[in-house]
């Protein structure tokens, strides 16, 4: 039995029915990792750059990490990729819960579905049994009842993804949901799922998985739990979860405000932290093998509607759904929360799309008239659940903004794509960041649009200075490659980010795991091997240069922030062009953000610039070279 791994890959083409088996490959998983690493390398090799995301020839990858369901600080994450419906670029995005654990000890790694099944299926994973199973009773329901269903009917002990209406539906930011409030919610994964008329997975396994050193990795885990639990941050990760930042980013000027009008929220004591746990908690909750219980499972109880129950909001959703919808009571917060998990669609998406359709119902670039006779008024409960049944279920004007605020922009057009706030098509995580020049970097620059996972610099921006860009590129490279690493092995970022643990101890775990020998200059390479991978079949399937995505709508630099502490701060064009031109120089990318043949090939990647050549892409030859050492290390500050 191979280190770490479950043993065997599974690949299933929906249109035939027909699965095969095939062992892992090991030396796959040696150079890349598994998690967004394999999802980046087989998407590259496999999917043709003219294939329609939600076409037969995309493919839907699930699969766990090589640390995933293994004894470190919660090896409790599952990947999912497929090329993005949403951003037209290699997509992924991961989940924690239960899945990937209990995919390897079923003893599965990975599961690639090929082509688009004629009728619905769901995957029946029940040990050595595999099968494609009549998803006809369960197509239509929404995503938290047909989980529950889906458990009745199969047993309490099957962890269980699902899709619901959005991705049926096409919405191209639908999510995958599982455990009841945990989702793959970035990059429309759901859509994929819909469109190859797969409506849920539902695993069970029993078996153990084999590691190098046991003893070795158990006692330094061991270490680590007890000192982690004395970590002053944990007291207030496990009362609050990451709703404790709804305070902090307010008072720091960086909360998207009735879309990212503003950045700070008069009304936020009645929505934040506090109120979460006071009035909405009913218990806290973990995923695998996790001792700091962010999760927060809770009700929502709003008169004249049923009493739901839901895991959240966390920061995330409810930033984009609280603030930046004009949200002033918990319960109505929790309550969108609970409407956007049950119909499948990323509630963080999902937030920037109402929040984006508010702002064009405010200015009459949309009326009564197009929402069935509705408004969509700042704040207004009833309103946003009406809007959200017209997209999930692609009614009417609906089926704009199913497709994302970029396109809907460029539907609805009078000056509205100055703000969709988005990037590369997928919507802004919780952060404005023009009072967060490192932050808005990141989102300008992640492969997969603007999503924080890959690189958060706002404590990064306090520190080094907020109106100072110099340098900020650098960290935020570094950022791309060791914050990825997370999903590349299918562990809960959160323990090194919050309760410091260190990139040696993670990768001393992953020598006890693996036996690999390696040390945190390699995985730093892999995970920028795989950032450039990814860049390079991005590049090939829009056919253009890098720079032409990498900026953010015109609010970042025209709009100066109007209110709170950050008041008059902002930033100019200028400045942002420059922190593009320095963040293609320290990633030994040309000046048009794309990658040149020395550097691919540094990183073992030539045939990319092959590719890119033929296209006329590729970079041109840097006067001097490629750096030697891209992004600089960087240990962010603990809160
Ligand atoms: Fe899951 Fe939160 Fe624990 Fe991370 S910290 S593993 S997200 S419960």
Redesign the pocket.
């Given at each position: 039995m191979s280190n770490g791994l479950a043993g065997t890959t599974l690949r299933i083409n929906l249109a035939t029915g027909e699965i095969r088996r095939f062992p892992t490959d090991e030396d796959l998983y040696r150079d890349w990792h598994g998690g967004r690493g394999i999802t980046a390398k087989i998407l590259y090799d496999e999917v043709p750059r003219d294939a329609d995301p939600l076409g037969p020839k995309n493919l839907f990858l699930l699969n766990a990490g090589i640390m995933s369901g293994c004894f470190v600080p919660?090896g409790?994450k599952v990947e999912f990729g497929a090329v993005s419906p949403l951003t037209n670029g290699p997509g992924d995005s991961n989940m924690?819960g239960h899945l990937g654990p209990t995919l390897k000890f079923a003893g599965y790694d990975m599961i690639i579905f090929e082509d688009i099944s004629p009728r619905p299926v769901y995957l029946f994973v029940d040990n050595e049994t595999v099968e494609l199973r009549d998803a006809s009773p369960y197509w239509g329901m929404k995503s938290l009842d047909c989980e529950k269903r889906l458990k009745e009917d199969l047993g309490e002990d099957f962890e269980i993804a699902t899709i619901g209406p959005a991705g049926e539906n096409g919405v191209l930011f639908a999510c995958i949901t599982h455990d009841f409030g945990r989702q793959a919610g970035r990059t429309g994964q759901g859509a994929v799922m819909g469109s190859k008329k797969l409506k849920a997975i539902a695993v069970r396994g029993n078996k153990s998985l084999h590691v190098k050193d046991l003893d070795s990795l158990r006692k330094q885990v061991t270490e680590i739990i007890f000192r982690t639990q004395k970590h002053p941050n944990m007291e207030p990760w496990q009362k609050y979860g990451t709703a404790f930042f709804m305070q902090w980013s307010n008072m720091n000027a960086v909360m998207p405000t009735f879309n990212f009008q503003t950045t700070y929220y008069e009304d936020i004591d009645k929505i934040d932290g506090d109120q979460l746990v006071e009035k909405c908690l009913i218990t806290h909750k973990?995923?695998f093998g996790?001792w700091?219980?962010?999760?927060k499972f809770t009700k929502a109880v709003v008169p004249g509607k049923p009493e739901v129950h839901l895991e959240g909001p966390e920061y995330e959703t409810g930033s984009l759904c609280g603030p930046n919808l004009g949200i002033k009571d918990i319960h109505h917060l929790a309550y969108i929360n609970w409407l956007l998990d049950n119909l499948g669609l990323d509630s963080m998406s999902g937030g920037g799309v109402i929040a984006f359709a508010m702002e064009c119902f405010e200015r009459g670039l949309i009326t009564e008239k197009d929402l069935e006779g509705h408004s969509l008024k700042w704040g207004s409960l009833d309103d946003i659940e009406h809007f959200l049944d017209l997209v999930a279920y692609r009614r009417g004007i609906g089926a704009w903004f199913a497709e994302g605020t970029k396109r809907a922009a460029a539907r609805i057009g009078r000056g509205s794509e100055k703000f969709a706030m988005q990037v590369k098509g997928q919507e802004m995580s919780g952060y404005d960041g023009r009072w967060a020049p490192g932050m808005l970097l990141s989102y300008m620059t992640a492969d997969i649009g603007a999503h924080h996972n890959r690189s958060w610099t706002i404590t990064v921006d306090m520190a080094e200075g907020r109106e100072n860009i110099e340098g900020r590129a650098k960290i935020v490279v570094y950022l791309q490659h060791i914050r990825p690493l997370f999903d590349t092995w299918c562990i809960?970022r959160?323990f090194w980010g919050e309760l410091d643990v260190t990139p040696e101890e993670l990768v001393e775990s992953l020598n006890h795991i693996t036996g690999w020998g390696v040390g945190v200059e390699d995985v730093l390479r892999t995970s920028e091997k795989i950032w450039n991978l990814n860049r390079c079949h991005y590049l090939e399937r829009q056919r253009n240069h890098g720079r032409t995505y990498d900026y953010p709508p015109a609010r970042a630099w025209e709009d100066k922030i109007p209110s709170g502490p950050g008041k008059g701060k902002g930033l100019s064009l200028a400045q942002i062009d420059r922190m593009l031109d320095e963040y293609y120089a320290a990633r030994g990318w040309d000046k048009n953000g794309n990658p040149t043949r020395e550097l691919l090939r540094d990183l073992g990647i030539e045939y990319a610039a092959d590719n890119l050549e033929k296209l006329g892409l590729l970079g041109e030859p840097i006067p001097g070279g490629i750096p030697k050492v891209r992004g600089e290390k960087y240990k962010p500050k603990a809160f």
């Open positions: 919660a409790s924690g973990a995923c996790c700091m219980n962010c999760g809960c959160l």
